[in-house]
């Protein structure tokens, strides 16, 4: 097992070396992202490594995510790179983005809470850096206070949990933890919100979501494709290992949570229709598509942990190829308005096909990851109560709609005088699109490995 994870880490460290460049990142990138497909189906029994390192089919799966998105974000911020006052700026940008891929990569590996905590809450140092130094409007640094209050504050009451299950079972092992699970019953209560607090503050889940518009509006290209794609699966990764270690059972309290959220992400699909900023608009759908994922966790059932989990994968890959989309418009209107960048088909329409593309993928249609995913999570939340119907066919007919008003407003009508062709800068986005795009459509020939 020893040498299966160094092999993983040898290909991650390869593709962080700066000097290998773009084209060698993607290439030991596509050699780890086989290599853990070839592990996912073989070890979906949790495998310690060592005293503070073990993994299962999930790490794995968040890991390969790992790798992905910061080659999105990579690829596409070139012109970040190329615009920043000297070249030790632009190196500092990547080596910010390695180490929060570092910091995650290795989180998602751990196998006890104190340690699991520290990352958890170090990821928002480098990130806060990213959106502090190479954020586009002044009021970045107001976003990155607000990101560090909404999460400091809801991981405090986390950490004094830990240490409190610390202090009465003498260990903070994840497999003892689990072997102890008769021993919690009192997490039922209160004590149960403190601890998953901190991770719904992450996700977000409604009503503590505050932060993360304001933190994608403010942040460069490349901290916004990393916020979606893996930042927020921190949140998800943290509740998945909860509800896995200490073996909860459904509650009056998980059953408000579950309401709320599905509710939230009825109302975010409500708020995406208002918006005419694209940056903003993408971040409130991902809102919505976390309140999903949440719900499929919480419904306590395999598989809709599973399906949970897999959601999870699915937008961390199309909500930053939306991002890459929307700073590609960007270069060519020099606005985020959506009002202002409309037409784009006239000029660009290979562009607009991406476009078409992952909106109809961000809605959830076959053959897609998301498609599969939302259906068993939809399905395990009904089985649970015919109730939760109500707002699943609210969220599906919303997110269907603002989809289409997004595809339909940037990229057809009457072409605005603010967009002009910038054809040394439109080509890096295809790289970060095309196998985001084959992943997200051909990912249900491995559904057994995501899902099993």
């Known amino acids: 097992m020893g040498g299966i994870m160094g092999t993983v880490i040898s ?113 928002l140092l480098p990130t806060f850096w990213l959106i502090l130094k190479w954020g ?6 107001q976003a990155g206070v607000l990101m560090l209050m909404y999460t400091v504050c809801g991981s405090l009451p986390l950490l004094i949990i830990i240490l409190l299950i610390w202090n009465e079972s003498f260990t903070d092992s994840f497999l003892l933890m689990k072997l102890m699970s008769g021993n919690w019953e009192y997490f039922q209560s209160w004590t149960c919100v ?44 943290g509740l998945f290992r909860f509800v896995w270690v200490f073996e909860m059972k459904m509650s009056g309290m998980f059953m408000f949570i579950m309401v709320i959220s599905l509710w ?23 809102i919505s598509h976390m309140a999903l994922g949440l719900g499929g966790i919480l419904s306590f059932y395999e598989c809709g942990k599973m399906a949970g989990m897999c959601l999870f ?26 009002l202002l960048s409309k ?49 699943l066919v609210l969220m599906c007919l919303f997110t269907g709609i603002y989809c289409m008003f997004l595809y339909s407003v940037v990229n057809h009508g009457t072409c605005s005088k603010m967009v002009k062709p910038v054809f040394n800068l439109s080509e890096r986005y295809l790289y970060s699109l095309v196998y985001s795009l084959g992943i997200l459509m051909g990912g249900f020939l491995f559904l057994s490995c995501f899902m099993m």
Not at 136 to 141: F, K
Not at 224 to 231: C, H, K, Q, T
Not at 268 to 273: E, I
Request: charged share 10%; hydrophobic share 55%.
């Open 11 to 123: 290909c991650f460290v390869i593709y962080c070396i700066p000097n290998s460049g773009i084209l060698g990142s993607v290439a030991w990138g596509f050699s780890s992202i086989f290599i853990m497909l070839d592990l996912i189906g073989l070890s979906w029994f949790y495998c310690m490594v060592s005293g503070w390192i073990g993994f299962d089919g999930v790490s794995l799966l968040m890991a390969m995510l790992v790798i992905l998105v910061p080659m999105m974000s990579l690829i596409s911020s070139v012109s970040d790179y190329k615009l920043s006052d000297s070249s030790s700026s632009s190196s500092d940008m990547g080596e910010v983005v390695y180490l929060i891929s570092l910091v995650c990569i290795i989180f998602f590996f751990l196998s006890n809470w104190m340690d699991f905590y520290f990352f958890f809450e170090f990821s």
């Open 136 to 141: 586009y409007q002044p009021e970045r640094l």
């Open 194 to 237: 403190l601890m998953i607090l901190g991770f719904l503050v992450k996700l977000p889940v409604y009503l503590v979501h505050g932060w993360l518009p304001k933190a994608h509006v403010e942040a460069p290209l490349s901290g916004s494709m990393i916020l979606a794609g893996i930042l927020l699966k921190l949140g998800g990764y």
């Open 313 to 338: 994968f699915a937008h961390g890959l199309c909500s930053p190829a939306l991002f890459s989309l929307a700073a590609s418009v960007y270069d060519w209107s020099h606005s985020r308005s959506v």
């Open 264 to 286: 939230g992400g009825f109302m975010s699909g409500l708020y995406c229709l208002t918006q005419s900023d694209l940056k903003a608009l993408i971040a409130y759908s991902s």
């Open 343 to 391: 037409g784009i088909l006239r000029v660009f329409p290979l562009f607009s096909v991406f476009w078409f593309l992952m909106c109809i993928i961000n809605m959830g249609i076959p053959p897609s990851l998301n498609f599969f995913s939302e259906i068993f999570c939809a399905g395990s939340l009904v089985y649970l109560s015919v109730f939760f119907m109500i707002p």
